[in-house]
């Protein structure tokens, strides 16, 4: 019998940049107003890894979350 191969190593989720998708979903907006943000510059920051792929970095996105979340009244800043 030979030796097993492991299988390498998988992100935590914890530090695993999100999709577009996934992105839009935890910020319950549809991707098509998370994509029109992106480009407007007024999203959560992202990593261009080519012309059409793109990933937002849970740390980004919780920024931003916070950023735009307002409390008893409070307006986002």
């Known amino acids: 019998m030979g030796v097993a191969k492991s299988r390498p190593p998988v ?8 999709t577009p998708a996934e992105t839009a979903e935890r910020l319950r907006l549809s991707s098509r107003d ?19 792929t793109v990933r937002y970095l ?3 996105v919780d920024e931003w979350e916070a950023r735009h979340t307002a409390w008893d009244g409070d307006r986002p800043a």
């Open 11 to 18: 992100a935590e989720p914890k530090r695993r940049a999100l």
């Open 34 to 52: 998370l994509a029109r943000l992106r480009h407007r510059g007024e999203g959560p920051a992202f990593v261009a890894l080519s012309r059409k």
């Open 58 to 60: 849970r740390s980004s």
